[in-house]
C-alpha cells in the first residue's frame, strides 16, 4: 500500500470534504446563490486577514493576485522598496521592473527575514520611496520577515505597505487591521487548503486612495474592477466558482479551529520539525525560521535529487527541494494546510528511512523522539 | 426531487468522471507525474485546435488568455483591428484601451457576424492596422464570424490574426493550421467541460515572431514565460494542477468521439433549439446564428427575469439572460459541455414550462416535437 503525503510548501493536502464539496455539480456564478456563497467566503477572509476592508477573490495563482495589488496600487510615479532575500522577493521586484514601476531592491542574504531597522535605513537612504513591498513567509528559504514592526515603521512614515502573505495568511499571526498593513495578499492552495487557482488579496482604505490616485496600464488584475464588482459580490470575469465553493468549506473549517489554535497548531508541527531535524544531526538554513515551512541543509555526502525521489517513490512523501542557487542544498517540508501533527511526524520519520537508505549516520528514531517530546510539551 | 441542469453558456455542464477524478489528492506540480500530464493535455489540445504549434495552459479566466495573447503580440507599435459587435468583441477592445495598445473598433450591429468583405474594407479604410482580432462565436448575441474567410484575408495581408475561441473550440469547427489563425484562445469552463479557471492559447511561429519583437509590460500574462517553461512541460507560476488533471480525463472524452461527432452533436442540439424555438412562435436574436449557444428573443409580455427564475427554481434548469443592452430582451442557452440530444430536449421542456407558466399561448409539445424531428434527422 502507498499512501500519498504532501509536504510541499504549496499545494498542500487538502481536507477530503473540501475536494467532494468541490465535485458537486456545477452551477452558474451570476446567481443568488454564488452571490451569496461569495459574500460568505468575503466575510471569513475579513476574518482570517484581520482586516474590515475588502477582501477580493481573483482567479489566477497567488502570483497573480500580487501582480494585481502592485500595478493597481503602484501608478502616478509611486516608488517602492522591494524587500528581497529570496525568490517570491525577486519576484515582485520583477513584476515591478516588468510594468516600469520605479522601485529599489533591499537585499539581504537568503534565509534571513526583514527587520524594521534595516527597512528604516534603506528608507531613510531613498527618500523617494513611498511604498514597501515585503514578503513575510519567504517560501524559497523558510525565512520570515517582522511584519509587524515594519507596518508600525510604515504607517509612522505614513507609506503604503504591500505584504505577500502567501504562506503567512492562515498559518502564522497575521493582523491585517490591528498591524497596519495596507494590502495583503494570499493563494488558495497554501494555508488555505485549496488547488491552486485563486488568489486573494485584502485591500484598505488607504490603498483603495492609491488605487483611485490614477489609471492602471492593466485589464485582468485591475482590483478597480473587481472592487466594482464585489459591491453586489460579483466578479468582473468569470470566477472558478468550484473553488470558492471549496474555499467556503475550509473557511468554516478554519473558523470552527478558531485563530489562535490554528496558529499553535502550525507553530508546533515546525517546531517539532526543527527539533527533530536538530537531532538527526541536521541544521536548518533559514536563519530567522518560519513556522509555515522548514528549509533543511542536506547533509554532505547525501544526494539531494535521489533523497526526494527515495521520499516520494519508496515512502509516498512528496517535500519540496531549494529554488535557484540553493537547488540541491536544501529541502522544505510544509506545515501548512490540513498537516496535523502525525502528519508532522510522518513527515519527519519518512525523512529519516530515507537519509538511512543513503547510509546517513543517525540512531533511528531520534528525530521523531525528539519532534514527539515537542508535540506533547506544546499540544499535549 | 429537482435535478440541475446547466445551460449557460459557461459554465457548462461537466461529466461526473471528471469531477471526481479532480477529486483525487492532489500532488505537486513540479513533478514527473505533472509534466506528463500537462504534455498529454498539451498534445490533445494540438489535436483540438488543429495545430502544430504551441497551446499553452494559463492559470485565470478566459479573459486573462486572451490578455496574455494580446498584450504578448501587440508589442513595438502594432495597430489592432477589432471586430466588435458584442460584449466580448468590446472587451478586447477595452484590454487594447488599458494596455495603451494602438486600435481601431469595427463597429456591427449586435447579432451580427463579422464576414471577411466587411473586414477587408475595413483594413482598405485603415492601412496601419497589422492585426485583426475576432470573436469566433460572440456568446453574448450567440452570432458567429467567419473566421476561416477572415483568416485567408489575414494571411493572403501578411496581417496577425488573433482569434477569440472562447465558445467555439471543441463545439464548432476551427481549424487552426489549415484556415491560418495565428493565435486562437479558449478556457476551460465551455466546450471542454471543465470549471472555469484555466485559459488556453494556441500560438504559431508567427505570432511567436511578433512576440519576440519587443518586451511585453506584463508579467503573469506574458507568453513569453509559459514557452520558456513548456519547453519542458512546466509552468512559469504555479498552475491548477487539479484542472490540468480534468483536462486530461476531458480531452480524452473529447479525442474518444472525435472531432466531426462533437462538431455534429453540437450542431444538432442547436438546430434542434432553433427549429424548437421557432415552433413555440419564437424568433431568434442573432441574424448569424452560432452553434455553441443560441439566443432567442423573449416575447412580448414575458417578464424574461421571472421566466429564467421559474426555469431554475421549478424546474432546474439554468439558463443565461442577455447582457448590458439586451438584457431583458433576451435568453441563451448553451449546446456545449457535457450537453446531448436529451439535454437539449430538457431545456427546451423547461422554456415550453416556464413560457406556460405566464400564460403563453402555444400548443404544448410544439417545441420539443420539432426539436425531435430535427435530432431524428441529423443525429439518428
Known amino acids: 500500500m502507498k499512501k500519498l503525503r504532501l509536504f510541499t510548501p504549496g499545494p498542500c493536502m487538502i481536507p477530503e470534504d473540501v475536494m467532494l464539496a468541490m465535485a458537486h455539480p456545477i452551477d452558474h456564478h451570476r446567481t443568488a446563490d454564488f452571490r451569496a456563497m461569495l459574500q460568505d467566503v468575503t466575510e471569513h ?48 521586484g520583477k513584476v515591478c521592473d516588468a510594468f516600469n514601476i520605479p522601485n529599489v531592491k533591499y537585499e539581504l542574504e537568503w534565509g534571513l527575514g526583514f527587520k524594521s531597522e534595516g527597512v528604516a535605513k534603506m528608507l531613510d537612504d531613498n527618500p ?12 524559497s ?24 502573505g502567501i504562506t503567512a495568511v492562515g498559518a502564522i499571526p497575521v493582523k491585517m487591521d490591528e498591524w497596519g498593513i495596507d494590502i495583503l495578499i494570499t493563494g488558495s492552495q497554501k494555508a488555505l487548503m485549496l488547488p491552486p487557482g485563486l488568489g486573494f488579496v485584502g485591500v484598505n482604505d488607504r490603498a483603495w486612495a492609491r488605487v483611485d490616485e490614477g489609471s492602471t496600464t492593466t485589464f485582468y488584475n485591475n482590483l478597480k474592477a473587481y472592487r466594482k464588482s464585489m459591491g453586489n459580490f460579483d466578479t468582473p470575469y468569470t470566477p472558478n466558482n468550484v473553488f470558492v465553493r471549496g474555499a467556503q468549506v475550509v473557511l468554516h473549517r478554519l473558523k470552527e479551529e478558531g485563530l489562535e489554535n490554528i496558529w499553535s497548531r502550525v507553530a508546533a508541527c515546525a517546531k517539532a520539525t526543527r527539533q527533530g531535524a536538530e537531532a538527526m544531526g541536521l541544521s536548518l538554513f533559514a536563519k ?3 513556522d509555515s ?7 554532505d555526502g547525501i544526494d539531494e535529487p535521489k533523497l526526494r525521489k527515495t521520499m516520494r517513490g519508496k515512502y509516498g512523501v512528496q517535500i519540496a527541494g531549494g529554488q535557484d542557487h540553493i537547488k540541491g542544498k536544501v529541502i522544505r517540508i510544509g506545515h501548512m494546510g490540513y498537516v496535523d501533527r502525525f502528519d508532522a511526524l510522518a513527515a519527519l520519520s519518512a525523512l529519516e528511512f530515507a537519509l538511512i537508505d543513503q547510509g546517513y549516520k543517525m540512531e533511528p528514531g531520534a528525530g521523531v523522539a525528539a519532534a514527539q517530546k515537542v508535540l506533547v510539551e506544546t499540544l499535549g
Chains 1, 2 share one sequence.
Open 141 to 164: 528559504t523558510a525565512a520570515v520577515s517582522d511584519v509587524q514592526a515594519i507596518a508600525k515603521l510604515t504607517r509612522d512614515r505614513d507609506m503604503l505597505l504591500i505584504v505577500d
Open 293 to 299: 515551512v522548514t528549509a533543511i541543509n542536506v547533509p
Open 288 to 290: 530567522d525560521p518560519v
Open 128 to 139: 523617494d520611496c513611498d511604498t514597501v513591498i515585503v514578503t513575510h513567509s519567504e517560501t
Open 45 to 92: 477572509l475579513q476574518w482570517l486577514m484581520g482586516t474590515s476592508g475588502n477582501c477580493l477573490t481573483i482567479t489566477g495563482s497567488g502570483t497573480c493576485g500580487a501582480e494585481a495589488a502592485i500595478v493597481s496600487t503602484m501608478t502616478s510615479g509611486h516608488k517602492a522598496l522591494i524587500c528581497r532575500a529570496g525568490k517570491f522577493g525577486e519576484r515582485w
